[in-house]
């Protein structure tokens, strides 16, 4: 069966089963989820092409919310339509927010600290980030104006480690492309993000994401359900996060302890367990809505908070796609477009070294399993959900070794 001959209800559950895998073996944190997608969905699946999916990450680092899961809505809505974002964000999600969820419901007890096969899985982050940044580099930033576009945006990212810097450099990038660089329409811009979606449509979800911004709090206020402030919350916490991942972090326990939904201690053994599951930082949040002391709490709460704080990022991913899809087929900003391209390439730079290589290369032995990774990856093309398993085992191993 050819690829055009799948149907639509078919493409979605293609989308929603390539997804869950990812959520079942993507561990790292977001930009270690962008190698991970880059590996599937342009190396082996061939579903975008490298430019189309740079242009995609530059989008979702634009938008406030978790960037890697933004990433995988979009793939999903450019394969299967609306329907098609929902499955990959649903497939990416579902792991680790049921993980999280029995946790809550009393697995506490673990030790996560010093698990051994926890700091496998960091060090195997090392290794997808570097092959995703080596990876997107020689295509991205393959000549001396946009290498040096990246170095400079690598540069500026570790000096000043802040959302708001890494936005600052993305448009710095994409200034510096405008001016620097001449626009290409050969191999670069094949093809379109096809999101399908009508402009109407996207106009909506941005003003019901607006509507829902502004209304909620003052709903909260007029009725003061505890289901209503769950929502709230966590909406406003997935709305006005730039970066994602750790950054989410102070909202959600600014939003949860001080009221006395969730304690201090619960958080942070929550936070523990967030950092050993697989999928999205973001779904913390499903855990925090099971634990919260006031109903609605359990599975229900889990839910409530889960879909809230997603809530944001589908309607801007929605609302945005068709004007960005757009702009990208414009000479200037084509121009200005490679230029950002370099800069996430630089972006991605930063990031392996601070926060991935910091927290997981710690000692000569960690180097080595993080270098064995990356042997495996590039040179024998092992499937990374069997590096990620291999990883796991060796660091365990590691740990038994130095006890």
Known sequence: MTDSSIGPVKRVIQVFLVALRLGLTS??????????FREEYVARRKWLDEASYADVVALCQFLPGPASSQVGM????????????FAAWLGFTL??????????????????????????????????????????????????????????AAIFALAWPAAWVQIAVIAGGGLAGRFLL???????????????????LAAAALVVFAGLLAALPLLRQAQPAQWLALVDSFFRSGALVFGGGHVV???LQAEVVPPGWVTKDQFIAGYGAA???????????????????????GVAGAALALGAIFAPSFLLVAGAL??????????????????????????????????????????????????????????????????????????????????
């Open 322 to 403: 068709p004007f960005w899809d757009l702009l990208r087929s414009r000479s200037a900003f084509q121009s200005a477009l490679r230029g950002v391209n370099a800069a996430v390439v630089g972006i991605l730079v930063a990031a392996l070294y601070n926060p991935v290589w910091t927290s997981a290369v710690q000692s000569a032995e960690d180097f080595a399993l993080a270098a064995a990774a990356l042997l495996l990856l590039v040179s024998w093309r092992f499937p990374p959900w069997l590096v990620v398993a291999l990883s796991a085992g060796a660091g365990a191993g590691l740990s038994l070794i130095g006890r």
């Open 275 to 297: 950092q050993a599951v697989p999928g999205p930082l973001f779904t913390f949040s499903a855990y925090l809505g099971a634990v919260s002391g006031p109903p609605p709490n």
């Open 27 to 36: 561990f790292g944190g977001p930009v270690a989820h962008l190698g991970y």
């Open 249 to 251: 972090l102070p909202l």
């Open 95 to 152: 792991p680790s927010a049921v993980l999280l969820t029995v946790f809550a419901f009393g697995v506490g007890s673990l030790d996560l600290a010093d698990a051994g096969w926890l700091r496998g899985l960091k060090i195997v982050a090392v290794a997808v980030v570097a092959q995703a940044v080596w990876g997107m580099g020689r295509s991205l930033a393959p000549d001396k104006e946009r290498a040096s576009i990246a170095v400079l």
């Open 182 to 200: 001449r626009a290409d329409s050969g191999a670069e811009r094949q093809e379109r993000l096809a999101s399908g979606i009508p402009r109407w």
């Open 74 to 85: 979009t793939v999903g809505i450019m394969r299967a339509g609306l329907p098609g974002g």
